[in-house]
C-alpha cells in the first residue's frame, strides 16, 4: 500500500506541476501537500497511521494538486457544473475546505485518542476535534490574507473569492461540516483501524 500511495501522490504531482495555470498560485496551493509528505515520511515508523487516514490524507493532497494546476476558481468540471446549475461562480474551493474540515478531523481523532488526550467522553473528544478544526481553517483564513497582503494582485488567485463577499465564513462553515461529516460516518471505521495499530 505505501508504494502505491507514493505513486499515485507523486504521478497526480508532477501532473499538476506541468504547464500550470499560474506558477506562484501553484507553489501556494501545493505547499501544504509538500509538508504533509515530509511529515509523513519522518513518522511513518515511529508513528504509523491507520490506512484510513492515510488514504484520506491522499485525496486531500489531490484536491489541492487540482486547485493548483488550475486555480480554485478555474477548475473545468466545476465551470462546467457552475453553467449547468446556473451558479455565479466555480465552487471547487468549496470542495478544498470541506475537505479541510473532513480529513484533519479524522486526524485530530487519531491522535486525540492514541495519546489518551481525552479519555472521559465521546462528546468532549468530538467538541475538542470540532473546535481543533475551526481554529485550523480560521487560521488559513488568516494565511490567505497575510498572503494577499504580502503579493498584492497575484494572489487574488490563490484567495480565489471570485467576489463572494462572505467567502471567508463559507470557507469555515465548509470546513465545519465537513468535521461533522466525518465523525459522523467514519468514527466506528475508524475505531476498527485503530484498534488493529
Known amino acids: 500500500m505505501k508504494y502505491l500511495w507514493i505513486c499515485i501522490y507523486v504521478l497526480v504531482l508532477i501532473w499538476s506541476a506541468y504547464a500550470p495555470k499560474d506558477h506562484f498560485t501553484w507553489f501556494l496551493e501545493v505547499f501544504p501537500a509538500f509538508i504533509g509528505f515530509i511529515l509523513l515520511s519522518i513518522s511513518y515508523k515511529k508513528f504509523p497511521l491507520t490506512p484510513l487516514l492515510y488514504i484520506l490524507i491522499l485525496i486531500h ?24 446549475f446556473n451558479q455565479t461562480r466555480n465552487n471547487y474551493d468549496k470542495v478544498g475546505h470541506f475537505a479541510q474540515g473532513f480529513i484533519p478531523a479524522i486526524l485530530a481523532r487519531e491522535i486525540l485518542i492514541r495519546f489518551e488526550v481525552v479519555k472521559a467522553s465521546k462528546i468532549w473528544l468530538n467538541y475538542i476535534i470540532l473546535s481543533i478544526i475551526l481554529a485550523f481553517s480560521a487560521f488559513y483564513e488568516l494565511i490567505e490574507w497575510w498572503v494577499a497582503l504580502a503579493t498584492g494582485e497575484d ?29 459522523i460516518f467514519l468514527s466506528r471505521y475508524h475505531d476498527k483501524q485503530l484498534k488493529n495499530l
Open 155 to 183: 494572489a487574488e488567485a490563490f484567495l480565489g473569492t471570485q467576489g463572494y463577499m462572505w467567502d471567508t465564513q463559507s470557507d469555515m462553515g465548509y470546513a465545519l461540516m465537513g468535521g461533522i461529516l466525518a465523525l
Open 61 to 84: 493532497m489531490i484536491i489541492l494538486f487540482v486547485g493548483g494546476h488550475y486555480t480554485y476558481a478555474e477548475v473545468p468540471l466545476f465551470d462546467t457544473i457552475k453553467e449547468v
